[in-house]
């Protein structure tokens, strides 16, 4: 079962900008590299909606994929050597604040697996 770990978030102006993390620091990088990772937040009494995901890169450069809400102002991307996905998200607004969280799975090397989630709050 892979493992997943956020970390990043905080407390940032309307405006401003985070980059959190998704690492898995107990799966090997040839294993990480062909995980697809999406990044999903939940906001207090929302529904868990997805923001952006990236695709394996074992064999082929990774795509990636938005949120039309996301679209512009979030940028996903993979450092397989260090076994992480960053989401860049910049002119944050207070609409984004939430619980962010990243996944994996299910896929041949585990099933669904979620992280802990990483708290952003914007204030305006």
């Known amino acids: 079962q892979v493992q997943l770990e956020e970390s990043g978030g905080g407390l940032v102006q309307a405006g401003g900008s985070l980059r959190l993390s998704c690492k898995a620091p107990r799966t090997v990088s040839s294993v990480f590299s062909d995980l697809a990772i999406d990044w999903y937040r939940q906001a207090p009494g929302k529904e868990r909606e997805f923001v952006a995901g990236i695709s394996s890169s074992s064999i082929t450069n990774a795509a990636v994929k938005y949120a039309g809400s996301a679209e512009g102002r979030v940028t996903i991307s993979r450092n397989n050597s260090r076994k992480t996905v960053y989401l860049e998200m910049n002119s944050l607004k207070p609409e984004d604040a939430a619980v962010y969280y990243c996944?994996?799975?299910?896929?041949?090397?585990?099933?669904?697996?979620w992280g802990q989630g990483t708290q952003v709050t914007v204030s305006s």
């Open positions: 996944k994996t799975g299910p896929n041949r090397w585990t099933e669904e697996a």
